[in-house]
């Protein structure tokens, strides 16, 4: 799989609504626990990679100390599995004891004085998708204050063990409820992605002014097949995701797995350049204590972070499929715009002719900033 980015000048005004707390103005970056770590909660005989305050230390120190926070990347992100099987005798959930002994206060705290900032997983049903207390209806505001008193600046709101109804009345109520907390804390939304993703189910205006991010599809997987099946959806399902993405509110094709077992170096490639043309937000999920040099060069390219982090926040749009080759174009500030070519051949590299006039570019002179992820690229 091979791909390169390239910015050229180009001008599209653009009109933006999205959830009113400041937060998330372009697409949030870090590094979030679950597909690389999931559930373990052996810490007696896994105890580096058991969720455990331990396993989000180390990857808080390494954001720190290996330039991954100077570029963005600044959310440590906790997924399912964290808390008490029960909540407190004032009702409020409680981290488990065993596995994170100093409290997810004093965890958020270590992260602050580090230039971190700290992720948080909630569900709406009676229990989370692991089994743990979840934040049904009756439960959302003391949750968020919860979440809030423990200084927590994200957090996601999963929807395992819950219906239609409370879904369209949760997901709202738990907006205002962080709302009204006082605090700064981003909302990611699981509705989506439990309604099927698309209209008329699902309302992405109505998304737009209660979350800052939401998951469309379902949970990505360590595999190339599962990365192809997440961009497919989203560019055959382009005109309903591209208007609702924009400062504040975007689509979220969920985490960079690279740096595991799935993908190759050229994969890893194409899912950084994919996830960059999208808007993505780029959480992380892998081992940072152990990462590749090639994983961490890819995750840590300068143009590709740019690319992703454009403030003007318009998602990117597949403009051509021909054989092998596709092509995505996304608009950027500043009068310039980003290329994606993307070869589907997997057997050999794919030579491909074209020219900005093809692509629709108006005659006039160009600026060319390439991202050659590849020698045997293309010729433009």
Known sequence: MHFAVLAFAFALPVTTWALDNGLMRTPPMGWLAWERFRCDIDCENDPKNCISENLFIDMADRLSEDGWRELGYVYVNIDDCWSSKE??????????????????????????????????????????????????????????????????????????YSNATEQEQGYPLMSKALNATGRPIGYSCSWPAYQGGLPPKVNYTQLGEICNLWRNYGDIQDSWDSVMKIVDWFFENQDVLTPAAGPGRWNDPDMLIIGNFGLSMDQSRSQMALWAIMAAPLFMSNDLRTISSGAQSILQNKMAISINQDPLGIQGRCILKKSHIEVYWRPLSNNASALVFFSRRTDMPYRYKTSLSKLNYTAGSYKVCVYRLRRDMYRV
């Open 87 to 160: 909540r407190d005798s004032q009702g409020r959930l409680q981290a488990d004891p065993k596995r994170f002994p100093g409290g997810i206060h004093k965890l958020a705290r270590y992260l602050h004085d580090r230039g971190l900032k700290l992720g948080i997983y909630g569900d709406m049903g009676t229990y989370t998708c692991g089994g743990y207390p979840g934040t049904p209806l009756d439960k959302i505001e003391i949750d968020a204050q919860t979440f809030a008193d423990w200084e927590v600046d994200m957090f996601k709101y999963d929807g395992c």
